[in-house]
C-alpha cells in the first residue's frame, strides 16, 4: 500500500482549514439517525426484606426488569439495587415520526412497544416522553407485532368473557374486572392496552395477548393518546442507541420471551456494520453485553476518555476509542484545537494533517504512517466511523510536534501544542 501514500501526497499538495463544524456535522447527522438513550440509570439502597414488586412499582419499572439488571437471586434485603431507569428508546425520531400519518389525528404522539423488553414508550414529535412497563401475552396467546391504532377508548370499561375464558357473563366495572378501569382498543381486533387489577403482573408475559400496565401508568397513557394513535409493536431482542452528549453508542440485550432467536455476537458485528461502525466497536464489552439479557445499556463504541490540548476540552462526535495504547478520534476537532491544517481524501480514503512544517499522512486499515516523508508504524490504524476517518490521537499529536500523556485520575489524554 505504499503507493496509496505518494497518492496522498500529490492530491494533499494544497490544505485547507481545519475545523470541529464537519466533523459534528457528519457523524452527528449519522449517529444522530439511531435510537436514543432515555432516562438515566439509579441506584437503590433496598431496606431489609423489602419487597421487590414494592421498589419496582416505586420507580415505575417492572420486578422482572430489577431481577434482569441485578446479580443474584434477590431474596435477602439491604442489596444495593441498580433500577433500570436508563433505556435505549427502539425508534430514532425519524422512525417515530413515520408513524403518524395524521397528526391531527394522532396529536402527534405515537406509541411503540418493545415485547422482549416488556416496554412501552410513547413518542412525541419523534422524541420518547415516556416509559411504561407491560405484561404482554403468554406463550401460545403472542401478542402481535405489527402496526395498529387505538380505535377504541373507555373509562370503567365492561368485559364481555372471549371464548377461552370461564366467565360467560359480562364483568362490569369494579375491582373483579380484569380491564381494570382504563381500556385502549387496538386496531387488531380483540387485542388492546389496559389498566389491570393484577399489578404483579407487570413484566411478565401471562396475558392473553393484550398489553397490562400499571392502573397509575394506564392514566396517564389514557390522557396522552387519543383515537387515531398509532401504535407499533415490535420484537427486538437487539437494540443499538447513541447518546450525543456523550458520544458513546449503546447496545442493550433484552430476553427472548418467545423463543425466536438469541442474541449473537456476529449479529451485534452485522447490525454495527450497517451503520458504518464494525471496525471500531468494543468486541470484548459488547460479548459480555450478549452474554446475559439484562437490559441494560452497554457502551460498545466510544468510551469515557476525554481530550485536552493546551488545557481545552475537545469536543468530538463520537468520543475517543481505545486502540493499542492510543485513541482514535474523529480528525477535524483534533486538528482544529492543534491549530493544524487537514484534508480527508474522497469518501475517507486518506487523511491529511500539517502543522507547521510538520506533516502526517494516515489511512484508514492501514498501521503504517508517512511522518515528514519517512514510514512510521503506528500502534492502533486509524479507521472509518460511519463512513468519517477517526485518527490515533496520540500518534497524531506526537507527529505534529505536540507532546501527549494521560492522566487516569481524570481518564483523560493530555496534548501539550507547544504553542
Known amino acids: ?30 449517529l444522530g439517525r439511531m435510537p436514543p438513550l432515555f432516562g438515566t440509570p439509579q441506584e437503590y439502597q433496598r431496606k431489609g426484606n423489602e419487597s421487590i414488586y414494592e421498589v419496582a412499582r416505586r420507580f415505575g419499572v417492572s420486578a422482572s426488569a430489577i431481577h434482569n439488571a441485578n446479580e443474584g437471586d434477590l431474596k435477602n434485603g439491604d442489596e444495593l439495587l441498580l433500577i433500570p431507569t436508563e433505556r435505549i428508546a427502539p425508534l430514532a425520531a425519524w422512525e417515530a415520526l413515520a408513524l403518524v ?75 373483579k374486572n380484569p380491564l381494570g378501569d382504563r381500556w385502549m382498543g387496538l386496531s387488531a381486533p380483540g387485542y388492546g392496552i389496559h389498566a389491570t387489577i393484577a399489578p404483579s403482573s407487570i413484566g ?18 389514557y390522557e396522552l393518546v387519543r383515537l387515531g394513535t398509532p401504535v407499533k409493536i415490535i420484537y427486538q431482542p437487539l437494540v443499538l442507541g447513541y447518546r450525543p452528549e456523550e458520544g458513546v453508542v449503546y447496545l442493550a440485550h433484552h430476553p427472548d420471551p418467545y423463543g425466536l432467536g438469541e442474541v449473537t455476537l456476529e449479529e451485534v458485528r452485522k447490525r454495527l456494520q450497517q451503520w458504518g ?28 476518555v476525554k481530550v485536552t490540548v493546551d488545557g481545552k476540552p475537545v469536543q468530538f ?11 482514535l478520534a474523529p480528525v477535524e476537532p483534533l ?54 476517518p477517526v485518527v490515533p490521537v496520540a500518534a497524531v499529536a506526537r507527529a505534529l510536534g505536540a507532546s501527549v500523556g494521560f492522566d487516569q485520575a481524570t481518564n483523560t489524554v493530555l496534548v501539550w501544542s507547544g504553542n
Open 101 to 175: 400519518g395524521d397528526p391531527a389525528a394522532s396529536g402527534s404522539v405515537s406509541v411503540v412497544v418493545n415485547l422482549t423488553e416488556r416496554n412501552l414508550y410513547v413518542y412525541q414529535q419523534g422524541q420518547p416522553i415516556r416509559c411504561y412497563p407491560g405484561a404482554i401475552g403468554m406463550r401460545g396467546w403472542e401478542t402481535p407485532t405489527g402496526d395498529f391504532t387505538i380505535v377504541n377508548m373507555r373509562k370503567n370499561p365492561t368485559w364481555f368473557p372471549p371464548k377461552w375464558a370461564i366467565e360467560e357473563k359480562p364483568v362490569p366495572p369494579g375491582p
Open 317 to 327: 462526535a463520537l468520543a475517543p476509542i481505545p486502540r493499542g495504547g492510543d485513541w
Open 1 to 30: 500500500m505504499r503507493w496509496a501514500w505518494m497518492l496522498a501526497a500529490a492530491v494533499a499538495a494544497v490544505l485547507t482549514p481545519a475545523g470541529p463544524a464537519p466533523a459534528q456535522l457528519v457523524l452527528e447527522q449519522a
Open 204 to 221: 411478565r408475559y401471562v396475558s392473553h395477548g393484550c398489553i397490562r400496565m400499571y392502573p397509575e401508568h394506564a392514566h396517564e397513557l
Open 335 to 388: 486538528a482544529w484545537a492543534l491549530r493544524a491544517r487537514a484534508e480527508i481524501g474522497p469518501e475517507g480514503n486518506f487523511v491529511s494533517l500539517e502543522r507547521e512544517r510538520q506533516r502526517i499522512f494516515l489511512s484508514p486499515g492501514d498501521r503504517t504512517a508517512l511522518v515528514n516523508g519517512q514510514v512510521v508504524d503506528l500502534n492502533a490504524a486509524p479507521q472509518l466511523a460511519a463512513g468519517y
Open 277 to 304: 461502525l464494525a471496525e471500531v466497536w468494543d468486541e470484548e464489552a459488547a460479548a459480555g453485553a450478549v452474554s446475559k439479557p439484562q437490559g441494560i445499556p452497554a457502551a460498545i463504541v466510544g468510551s469515557s
